[in-house]
């Protein structure tokens, strides 16, 4: 497959599923974005259109290790539910950004519940 049909093909699944997903100030939405080295996180309310809380695989202290790009989504969202509990914020929508949930993306939003975010 062409990458531009890739890219329009996940933008397109991205917009049908923000017709559905909204986020406030009490439960904002988490979203995803996945390039291929690393993977970025916000918790965002889309009422005033401002981030809340985020996190990537670009900060200090996020290391491969062994799992690879996986664990590296993993620490993020342990990271990302760190940030939010210490914001007071307890509950999101996941919003996984036109991919699939598998690999990374799923990786991702099991590190944010082990780290007590409910979504």
Do not use: W
Not at 7 to 22: D, E, F, G, Y
Not at 38 to 43: D, E, G, P, W
Not at 98 to 118: I, M, P
């Amino acid at each position: 497959m062409d990458a531009s049909k890739k890219r329009s093909a996940r933008r397109s699944r991205h917009l049908r599923l923000r017709k559905q997903v909204r986020g406030s100030a009490a439960k904002p939405r988490l979203s995803v974005y996945r390039s291929n080295d690393h993977i970025y996180a916000q918790l965002i309310d889309d009422v005033t259109g401002h981030t809340l809380v985020a996190a990537s695989s670009r900060e200090d202290g996020v290391d491969k290790g062994e799992d690879g790009k996986v664990g590296v989504a993993k620490q993020v969202g342990e990271l990302i539910g760190e940030r939010a509990k210490a914001a007071n914020i307890t509950t999101c929508v996941f919003d996984r950004g036109g991919n699939r949930y598998a690999g990374r993306v799923a990786s991702l939003a099991e590190g944010a519940r082990s780290a007590g975010l409910d979504f």
